[in-house]
Each structure stands twice: as structure tokens, then as C-alpha cells.
């Protein structure tokens, strides 16, 4: 009964590789976000939807293409993989309120690019 | 340019006592304040969180302290127990749907 849950959890593969990552969230929150650790452990947002619509994009290369079938879901989609895109990848989602946002993440998935 | 620091990135505590995690921001826009705990391989866990027209908020052993004038927040964890070691991530917004967060501190609860 995962809230938010992303798979594969762990991913190797190489450069100039194509890869998915699938998030599903079960909380019925109206917003789904990608976030994503990198090595020197900060956790930077990288897209926000709402509602199955991109509301937040944060100079993420066109190379990560997120997609929203539905606003249970937001899978992300990396062409063309750089050594430079490992990191840890974790999906969120949140129900926006007036008191304010509080967002629930999932396991996230350790990419490495080799 | 960071908007949510966690100056210290370690913190040991013996088993029992006060545990205090430090948080400092600088956008003064910010109105919604946020902490998550993180255990190794696994996702950040929201711990608690407080909203600018408070200044504390509790919730069992831990309670959020806000101190707008200084741009500074506070968890306090009373008494540490050896299952708080993590890594605690401080997080603010501005009325959107954005946290930043600062880079975390690790802590070290000794039995």
C-alpha cells in the first residue's frame, strides 16, 4: 500500500542510452513532482504538474521529458544519457492547500550512467 | 545561490537528550516551513512542518520552532532515541507548489 511509489529503484546503463522512470501515486493528490539528489546531496525540484499540467520546469535539459497520462502518474523519460545524470531521482506528489504544501516522496531510483 | 541553509552537516547526540537541528533562509517570501527525515536508500519522510503565522509547533517528541525577524527555524527532538539517526532535511515555500531544501543534516543518536 506504497504512497508514492517509482520503479526501477536501481538503474545502470550507458551513455547515450534511453531510459524511463514510472511513478504512481495512490493519494489522490492533485500534483506530482520529479526531484532529484545529486551528488553533493541537495534536493533540487526538476518538474511540478498539476492536474496532469506542467506548472513548474527548472531549466531541466530537453533531454528529461516528463510525461502525465493521467494525475495519478508522471513518468520521466531521459534521451540520451550523460555521465553527468546519475544521481538519485525521487518522485513526490502533494494535495495544494491554503495552509500550505506538503509533499510526499517516494523511494526514489539511483541512476547510474556509465 | 541557497535559500535554505543547514549550516551543520553533522550533528551526535547521546541517547535520551535534546537533539537540535538548525535551519537559516534568506527569502523573506517564504510562509510555509518544512522538515524531512531521510534513512539511507529510502525516500525523504515529512516529519513536520509549521507555517509563518506560527511560531512553534509540536508533535509528539518533536517540535518546530520559527523565528521569522531572524530567518532561522529549529527542530528540537526531545528525548533523542537511537531510531532519529538519519539525515534531516530542512524545506520552506512561497505560496507555490516549490520547496527548496537545504542540504541536510546527518544525525547521530548514541546508545
Known amino acids: 500500500d506504497t504512497a508514492v511509489s517509482q520503479t526501477p529503484k536501481y538503474l545502470v546503463t550507458q551513455m547515450g542510452n534511453d531510459k524511463s522512470i514510472k511513478c504512481e501515486q495512490n493519494?489522490?493528490?492533485?500534483?506530482m513532482y520529479w526531484y532529484k539528489q545529486d551528488s553533493k546531496k541537495f534536493l533540487k525540484i526538476m518538474f511540478s504538474?498539476?492536474?496532469?499540467?506542467?506548472?513548474i520546469n527548472e531549466t531541466v535539459p530537453n533531454r528529461f521529458s516528463p510525461k502525465s497520462p493521467d494525475k495519478a502518474h508522471l513518468n520521466l523519460h531521459i534521451n540520451s544519457l550523460e555521465l553527468g545524470d546519475s544521481a538519485v531521482y525521487f518522485c513526490?506528489?502533494?494535495?495544494?492547500?491554503?495552509?500550505?504544501?506538503?509533499?510526499?516522496f517516494g523511494e526514489g531510483s539511483w541512476l547510474t550512467v556509465v | 545561490d541557497q535559500q535554505v541553509k543547514q549550516n551543520s552537516p553533522s550533528l551526535s547526540v547521546q541517547e535520551g537528550r535534546i537533539s537540535i537541528l538548525n535551519c537559516d533562509y534568506t527569502n523573506s517570501m517564504f510562509d510555509y516551513f518544512l522538515w524531512y527525515k531521510k534513512y539511507p536508500a529510502e525516500g525523504p519522510t515529512f516529519l513536520i512542518s509549521?507555517?509563518?503565522?506560527?511560531d512553534k509547533n509540536e508533535d509528539g517528541r518533536f517540535t518546530v520552532f520559527l523565528n521569522k525577524s531572524a530567518k532561522h527555524l529549529s527542530l528540537h527532538i526531545v528525548p533523542s532515541q537511537p531510531g532519529d539517526s538519519a539525515v534531516y532535511f530542512c524545506a520552506a515555500s512561497a505560496s507555490s507548489h516549490k520547496l527548496v531544501f537545504g542540504a541536510g543534516t546527518i544525525l547521530r543518536v548514541k546508545s
Open positions: 493519494l489522490g493528490h492533485d500534483t
Open positions: 509549521i507555517s509563518s503565522i506560527k
Open positions: 504538474y498539476n492536474n496532469k499540467e506542467l506548472i
Open positions: 513526490a506528489s502533494s494535495q495544494v492547500s491554503g495552509v500550505g504544501n506538503t509533499i510526499y
